[in-house]
């Protein structure tokens, strides 16, 4: 009977473990499967950029490994396990072990399929013999993988008899993510870092942001030690001999533009943008544009196929965030458990960027409305920004310092971004 056949939700992200928890309050008893290619921990991704100042390890922001979810959540996980196509006439899909050589993986069937792929790194091409080596931090695991590189680090200073010397990380990229991981590690509580920061934009978070409260970003984390180079791009990554690395093994970073022509690193971390995990539904022919594109009920093109969370492009929003998927999450539980057809609406959600050497908070205008930023106040970190539209409504703004406060008071004026 269908019934013996579970609801499947492939990724145990924010996106899969928060749906199911939603789906449970409401279910108890509905068979449900999880499929994960990574080790299905749960944690709280934006923690991976405080980790430093927090001094917290991949074990302490991990809340429960795969084992202790599945009994929490009473579903069946399967770590280490990717889903690789998608049969969405026939109800089933194929799934193989990660790491395993053997082409044979299993073909599970399912009553209905939840995508929580997430988005997956974009990384520039780079040569070089330690192209391979540049790290990027986008799951618990890529971050255990940072920290013991920086572990190898350290003991090669302790060996050195330079224990002080800091270690000098290069980070690829000026976005949310390149800026607060630069803040995070110079608020370091336990390890001494140097940071500096290639990009190829003229200033931190130059796309999202305006000029006034960009400059004021990077100003707060240039005086908190950060070294930015502008307009600049990693070339290529080199392995440096040992002995001009002074005994332990160091990159040599080569860098495109600007002044800098080459820099010395212990890490090189990329952090030079996301792109939803969009590939294996538009393999099984779901329609696909930046995202995987689902209605407001979070509908794909297929009957009883959903998509949430950094994967899906909701109602033509791609918002790559917390709020909008714990939204999606609690929707579409109560829908596919008590068989409804909701439509989703969004209130407008700001962004708190997580700099403290200059606080930030940005509720981004909708993208592509016409409009234009206004700086109402400015001295030095604290800027007030607005943007309003061309009838004059306020539709979006940026506050950083002092100014941050404003948040909730100038929310209330703002209309929600889907009604
Ligand atoms: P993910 O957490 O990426 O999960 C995707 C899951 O899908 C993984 O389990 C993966 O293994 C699995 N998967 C993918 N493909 C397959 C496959 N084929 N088969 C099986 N499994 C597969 N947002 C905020 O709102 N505030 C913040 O302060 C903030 N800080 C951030 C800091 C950092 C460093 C980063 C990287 C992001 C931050 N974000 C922040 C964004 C936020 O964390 C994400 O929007 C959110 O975590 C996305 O969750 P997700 O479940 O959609 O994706």
Redesign the pocket.
Known sequence: SPSDKPLVV????????TFIREFRKLDADRKILL????D?HSY???L??TGFAKGKNAEHLSMADAGKMASQLDIDIRTH????AIDPEARRLD?GFEGSSSSAGETIEFTELVL????EVVRPPLSGSAADEVLS???LMDYRRFRERLVTVAQQRCAEGAVDRPIRIVIMGSG??GC??ANDLLASVDTKFTVDVISPDSRPLQRALPEQVSLALGQGLEEAGARFHWQSTVGSVDHVSEASAGGGSAYLVSVDGGELRTLQADVVLSATG?RP?SA?AAAAGLEVSRGIVVDRQLRTSKADIFA????AEVDGHLL????P?MQCARLLAANLAGGHNADLSYQAMP????TPACPLVLAPPPEGLAGEWTVAEADRLDVRALFHDTEGSLRGFALSGRHVIEKQTLLRDLPPLLA
């Open positions: 492939i990724g145990s992200g924010l996106a899969g473990y499929l994960t290619a990574d299905g709280s991704k934006p991976l950029s396990t990717r889903v690789t799934a929580a792929l997430g988005a931090v986008n799951s949310l993510i607060e991981f996301l995990h294996l949430l969370g950094d994967c790559l965030y917390v709020q998927l962004v708190i960027v997580k």
